[in-house]
């Protein structure tokens, strides 16, 4: 296997890594919106007064502004990633 072939493999694998990790993250942000939409739909049927339902952008943090979100962090660690992989 010559350096170029060499090089191509790991870029192959580094993308791979990348797909993969970013797959996992779009889960874990799929199952953290049903969680969260069950809790929004359990909370509106017990009818919650006062209730208020962050929308629109939060920058990649939870409603409350105090924490980045778990997806936020994940997505983070993706691209940070990167660089080191196509270098």
């Given at each position: 296997?010559?350096?170029?072939?060499?090089?191509?493999?790991?870029?192959?694998?580094?993308?791979?890594?990348?797909?993969?990790?970013?797959?996992?993250?779009?889960?874990?942000?799929?199952?953290?919106?049903?969680?969260?939409?069950?809790?929004?739909?359990?909370?509106?049927?017990?009818?919650?007064?006062?209730l208020t339902v962050a929308t629109g952008n939060t920058g990649g943090h939870s409603p409350t502004g105090s924490q980045p979100s778990t997806v936020s962090l994940c997505l983070l660690q993706v691209t940070h990633n990167i660089p080191k992989y196509l270098e």
């Open positions: 296997m010559c350096a170029e072939e060499a090089v191509n493999e790991v870029r192959r694998q580094a993308v791979l890594e990348i797909q993969r990790a970013v797959a996992a993250a779009e889960s874990q942000a799929s199952e953290l919106v049903a969680a969260e939409r069950a809790n929004l739909e359990r909370r509106l049927a017990g009818g919650a007064a006062g």
